[in-house]
């Protein structure tokens, strides 16, 4: 790996950092109106090799993000080229705006998380970029910090209006444990993944994209419901005011029910989690997967039948549509030590019955 550094930019790298990909056990949705969430970290990771350079050119090589040639661009002209660099000047840009003096460097990115499959590709990057940044400079950013950044860059320079879920757990995450978020306040807590349960994620092979319209459009239906029942965020509405909501016209009722069900769905994940409870567990994955097909329809039908394949073996718990939805990834809940046969299992059936490209992320094939 340091090779490719090298060979790219003819030095060595001063700084190596890394950050995970995330699956998100449950709480879709509800990061931007104010809810609750509840990630974990994953085994693939985003790996960023830098070192700082005495003039303003940033210059940057990744073999696995897209173009294999170096891109370049100036500090304080930063401009959107619709790639992944732009995830790079995004994080300059906004270090910039928090009158944070760096110079230019040398990066090679290299990473692990599928992209376009609903595992936080992106917010792995940024974070592991910054991370790297600010052991180069010396900024002393906490992780906090660093998230934050990486979100300023993700929604005011890319352009993709998302919540701050992936960052804070790319950021603050692990893989032994849960990260519940409250995105109204930033508060978070972990809580261990218990022994009674193993995960596993398989991808559907429907690729799908943040900055496209329809996470927009469910992003501003749901503004437009917090409106209509006279409130900033759907986080200031619950469960108990159902009877309000589903008198709100079509699509809005049943777009603000999915969020209400949905955070209280999270509170009761975070009792199953710490109390082992597997089948408690499981039973809220299928509710919450309902709940994102038949009333916030970010599902797919390819991805129903993945969800049902993988809740249908006996060794299941249960399974959910993971991430932003219109394609990507389920999350399986599994006994422990069968996710490796349960995910196989499903991924062969799911690719002879769909004739898609389904695949296993985790457990993480060797
Ligand atoms: C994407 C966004 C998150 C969150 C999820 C849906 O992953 O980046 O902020 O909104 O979709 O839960």
Redesign the pocket.
């Known amino acids: 790996m340091n090779d490719s550094f090298q060979k790219a930019f003819a030095r060595e790298p001063e700084v190596l950092s890394r950050a995970p990909g995330r699956v998100?056990l449950i709480g879709?949705?509800?990061?931007?109106n104010g809810g609750y969430v509840l990630p974990t970290a994953l085994p693939q990771h985003t790996s960023v090799q830098l070192a700082r350079r005495p003039d303003t050119v940033v210059r940057a090589l990744s073999r696995d993000l897209g173009a294999d040639s170096l891109t370049e661009f100036r500090l304080g002209s930063e401009q959107r080229q619709q790639s992944w660099i732009d995830y790079v000047q995004g994080l300059t840009w906004a270090l910039a705006e928090r009158g944070q003096p760096i110079t230019g460097f040398d990066l090679f990115v290299s990473s692990t998380v599928p992209l376009g499959k609903?595992l936080?590709s992106s917010a792995s990057l940024e974070v592991a970029i910054g991370r790297a940044i600010n052991t180069a400079y010396q900024l002393r950013l906490s992780d906090f910090d660093i998230a934050m950044l990486g979100h300023r860059a993700e929604t005011a320079f890319v352009g993709a209006p998302?919540?701050?879920?992936?960052q804070m757990v790319c950021s603050l995450g692990d893989r032994s444990s849960a990260l519940f978020l409250d995105a109204s306040t930033a508060y978070f807590r972990k809580i261990p993944i218990p022994p009674t349960v193993e995960l596993g994620v398989v991808d559907s092979g429907i690729a799908h994209s943040?900055a496209s319209g329809d996470?927009r459009t469910r992003r501003r239906e749901c503004e437009e419901a917090a409106a209509a029942l006279g409130v900033r965020q759907l986080r200031a509405v619950s469960v108990e005011d159902l009877p309000t909501i589903e008198a709100l016209p079509e699509p809005l009722n049943r777009r603000a029910r999915h969020v209400v069900t949905e955070n209280a769905r999270v509170l009761a994940a975070v009792e199953a989690l710490q109390s082992g409870a597997a089948e408690a567990l499981g039973a809220l994955f299928l509710e919450s997967h309902a709940s994102m097909r038949d009333d916030f329809e970010v599902s797919l039908p390819e991805i129903d039948r993945l969800v049902q394949l993988a809740a249908d073996d006996p060794d299941a718990f249960g399974a959910r549509l993971t991430?932003?939805g219109f394609g990507g990834a389920v999350v399986i809940l599994c006994q422990p030590g069968t996710a490796r046969r349960v995910t196989r299992r499903t991924v062969d059936t799911y690719r002879a019955v769909t004739q898609c490209n389904g695949e296993v992320l985790l457990p993480k094939v060797q």
Not at 28 to 32: A, V
Not at 162 to 166: A, E, H
């Open positions: 998100n879709e949705h509800t990061d931007y609903g936080s998302v919540g701050i879920m992936d943040h996470y991430g932003g």
